[in-house]
């Protein structure tokens, strides 16, 4: 599904010399490669401030502990995500409110978060999936009429490009009160570990945000509030110093083979291939198609047999996990959902995917279907 050998060894002269340089001067622990890659990530998103910390998880949790929600604050989310995205909204106490999504984009949007709100709702976690974004502004404007705080899940769509109706153009993450990462090794930015960011454009939020992640602490055991132990390590730092400049560039060769994949797939009648709105760009995190459920699990058995990875994401909406089934509440009838976690598929896809590859890919499912 990803190369990461493939991708380590074109740059792999610097990521050595950076880790070369963490272990001459032993500091594994807040070294400086940590603020500074802050400070370089805050300047590619034009965010106010990064706060990084242990994993894209923790960021999530992070946020909503500094936005100092409320046992039985209800924060809405999709139902078709990662369980990440509901877990710290479990473990804070709070009440998950399950929404469907956008048959198109995969995605919350305006109507669907309207039709959750009540007056308990405190929080709304768009997650933009797969690598395009959801449609923020409406879901901004809602959000802001009800005074309910906006955590993007970003995870999945670093370096994506949201677009205002006016052409005002924000990088994924740096839209709502919070946005979250991850560096995890498979994601569009990963390190060689654990890793993950919080964004805000408020110095307060993000002041409280690195207290958080530091023990509740500003100063030395002086504890504020409480808080978790959550941090990059100085080491991924170092990696991900190296690895951001090279991000636009990765981005670009994934859309490189989303666009092949397309032209090959388009007239594939069975399939359908990912739609891509105007208000958003696609960083592509996944390929992921949509495809009669009756045949899926035969066509991930054809590729199968002709050596091809592909996984389902996600196979199981967050309602009907067994954690979450008896937590919060669920709105509609999340039909929406149910459809997609049966008819999607994801195929390779990464920032050294060949022409070749793509071809032998597309020309399997294209057979398959024929
Ligand atoms: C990967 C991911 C996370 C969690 O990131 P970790 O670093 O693995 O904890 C959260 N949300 C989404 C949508 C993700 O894809």
Do not use: W
Not at 64 to 78: Q, S, Y
Not at 249 to 258: I, M
Not at 286 to 311: C, D, F, N, W
Not at 325 to 345: A, F, N, P, W, Y
Request: hydrophobic share 40%.
């Amino acid at each position: 599904m990803v190369d990461l050998k493939g991708q380590y060894a074109k740059i792999k002269p610097s990521i050595d010399a950076a880790i070369q340089n963490c272990l001459d001067n032993a500091t594994f622990i807040k070294g400086p490669q940590v603020a500074h890659f802050e400070a370089q990530l805050a300047d590619y998103l034009g965010a106010n401030h990064v706060v990084s910390c242990g994993n894209g998880t923790d960021a999530l949790q992070i946020a909503m502990m500094a936005l100092e929600l409320k046992r039985g604050d209800e924060v809405i989310v999709p139902a078709f995500t990662y369980v990440a995205t509901a877990e710290a909204i479990g473990l804070l106490g709070l009440t998950p409110v399950m929404v469907d999504v956008d048959p198109l984009t995969f995605n919350l949007n305006r109507q669907l978060v309207e039709a959750a709100i009540t007056p308990k709702t405190k929080l709304v976690v768009p997650v933009h999936l797969f690598g395009q974004c959801a449609d923020m502004e409406g879901i901004l404007e809602v959000c802001e009429a009800h005074q309910i705080a906006v955590v993007e899940d970003a995870a999945q769509a670093i370096g994506a490009t949201y677009r205002f109706a006016d052409g005002t153009e924000k990088k994924a993450g740096t839209l709502g009160d919070m946005g979250t990462t991850s560096f995890f090794p498979s994601k569009n930015l990963g390190c060689y570990g654990d890793g993950g960011a919080v964004y805000t454009q408020s110095a307060e939020l993000a002041r409280k945000a690195k207290m958080i992640a530091n023990h509740g602490q500003e100063k030395k055991y002086i504890h504020e509030m409480i808080g978790i132990n959550s941090r990059l390590d100085s080491l991924q730092a170092a990696i991900l110093i190296e690895k951001l400049p090279y991000l636009d560039e990765y981005t670009h060769a994934r859309q490189k083979a989303a666009n092949l994949y397309d032209a090959a797939l388009a007239e594939v009648a069975a399939v359908e291939i990912p739609f891509r709105a105007d208000f958003s760009t696609h960083v592509f995190h996944q390929y992921t198609l949509k495809v009669p459920a009756q045949h899926r699990e035969g066509l991930q058995e054809y590729l199968r047999q002709r050596k091809i990875p592909s996984m389902i994401y996600y196979p199981v909406p967050l309602n009907q996990q067994k954690a979450y089934q008896h937590l919060g509440r669920v709105v509609g009838d999340l039909s929406v959902t149910q459809e997609l976690c049966k008819q999607v598929i994801s195929l390779p896809m990464h920032t050294e995917m060949t022409e070749a590859q793509t071809a032998y890919i597309s020309e399997a499912i294209t057979t398959y279907f024929s």
